[in-house]
C-alpha cells in the first residue's frame, strides 16, 4: 500500500444494520477510526464462488490513519460476517484542515 498520505477512507460492506453497527463501534472504541458513516440500502451486484448475486448492505465509510491500517483490517477481519469482506483502503490526499486535525486527536498512534 503506498504511504502517500498519513490519512485513509476505508471502504467496508455489511450484510445488516446490526453488524454495521456493531463493527463502526468497535473501530471508534479502538481509536482505529475517528468517524464511521453507515449508508444503508446500497446494492451490490458481483460473483460469488462462480454465481452472480446481489445484496442489499450497508457501506461503511471509515475515516482512520494510514500508520493503524494493518490493526484496523484485522479487528474488522476478526469480526465481519462475511468469509471475504469487503476492505478497500483509499488515500486522503486532501481534506479540511481542521477536519484532519480533530481526526489525530480521536486516533490511536501506537
Same mark, same amino acid.
Request: aromatic content about 8%.
Given at each position: 500500500m503506498a504511504q502517500s498520505? @498519513?490519512?485513509?477512507? =476505508?471502504?467496508?460492506?455489511? @450484510? #445488516?444494520?446490526?453488524? $454495521?453497527?456493531?463493527l463502526a463501534r468497535r473501530l471508534v472504541?479502538?481509536?482505529l477510526a475517528a468517524c464511521v458513516n453507515i449508508v444503508p440500502g446500497v446494492k451490490s451486484v458481483y460473483s460469488w464462488q462462480g454465481e452472480l448475486e446481489s445484496a442489499t448492505e450497508h457501506l461503511l465509510f471509515i475515516k482512520a490513519r494510514t500508520e493503524t491500517? $494493518?490493526?484496523?483490517?484485522a479487528l474488522i477481519c476478526a469480526n465481519h460476517p462475511y468469509e471475504v469482506p469487503e =476492505?478497500?483502503?483509499?488515500s486522503i490526499d486532501a481534506g479540511? @484542515?481542521?477536519? +484532519? $486535525?480533530?481526526? #489525530?486527536?480521536? +486516533?490511536?498512534? #501506537?
Open positions: 498520505s @498519513p490519512y485513509r477512507l =476505508i471502504l467496508c460492506t455489511c @450484510p #445488516d444494520s446490526a453488524s $454495521a453497527e456493531t472504541e479502538a481509536a491500517y $494493518a490493526e484496523l483490517e =476492505i478497500v483502503s483509499l479540511l @484542515p481542521a477536519y +484532519l $486535525a480533530w481526526m #489525530d486527536s480521536n +486516533l490511536s498512534t #501506537d
